[in-house]
């Protein structure tokens, strides 16, 4: 128990010192959205680069 307090303190701090979670719900909102949208845009872009957005995957057009 005592770690699980100290570990959720030490989140709790590093949330407050990085300002990025407030007590603003709406702002919180907005910047989980926007966490949301930059992962999904560095999935799409991965994919992209890897090939893997093509409608066939690459060992499929490789071995035929």
């Known amino acids: 128990m005592r770690?699980?307090?100290?570990?959720?303190?030490?989140a709790?701090?590093?949330l407050g010192l990085a300002?990025?979670?407030t007590y603003d719900e709406e702002h919180n909102r907005r910047i989980l959205k926007d966490w949301e949208t930059d992962i999904r845009?560095?999935?799409?872009?991965i994919d992209f680069i890897?090939?893997?957005?093509?409608d066939r995957s690459m060992l499929e057009s490789y071995y035929r």
């Open 12 to 14: 709790v701090c590093c």
């Open 19 to 21: 300002g990025c979670f």
């Open 50 to 54: 890897l090939g893997f957005d093509d």
């Open 3 to 10: 770690t699980f307090i100290l570990v959720a303190l030490l």
């Open 41 to 45: 845009l560095m999935h799409q872009d």
